[in-house]
């Protein structure tokens, strides 16, 4: 008889699925917030992703990069990098407008850094 890759036949690998008690939304603390906030990245402005101006958008998350002697990266990798991070973070929760929105302020982002 042929044995699994835990030693014994027929035995499930692991432990059993342990249930947690969920918080309830306001109290939940995603790991992503903390790192938008603490980030070595960059320090942007406050509320950058949240206007409505592509440009806008684009243009501070240039300055951050440029100003910025924490990053490791460029300044043209790291700002692309905070926007695709916030991007795929915010993920189902970002309305086809918002999603339009920091799209556009990726193509705004390459123009200025003459990458378009």
């Given at each position: 008889m042929a044995k699994g890759k835990t030693g014994a036949p027929g035995k499930a690998r692991g432990k059993s699925p342990v249930k947690r008690a969920s918080k309830p939304p306001a109290q939940r603390q995603y790991w992503s917030a903390d790192a938008m906030r603490k980030s070595n990245a960059l320090?942007?402005?406050?509320?950058?992703?949240?206007?409505?101006?592509?440009?806008?958008?684009?243009?501070?998350?240039?300055?951050?990069?440029?100003?910025?002697?924490?990053?490791?990266?460029?300044?043209?990798?790291?700002?692309?990098?905070?926007?695709?991070?916030?991007i795929n973070r915010a993920g189902r929760g970002l309305t086809a407008e918002r999603k339009r929105i920091l799209a556009q302020a990726k193509l705004e982002l390459r123009r200025l850094f003459d990458r378009a």
């Open positions: 320090d942007i402005e406050p509320s950058t992703f949240t206007w409505g101006d592509p440009r806008r958008i684009a243009r501070s998350l240039k300055r951050s990069a440029e100003l910025s002697r924490r990053r490791k990266a460029g300044p043209y990798q790291s700002a692309m990098s905070m926007l695709n991070f916030y």
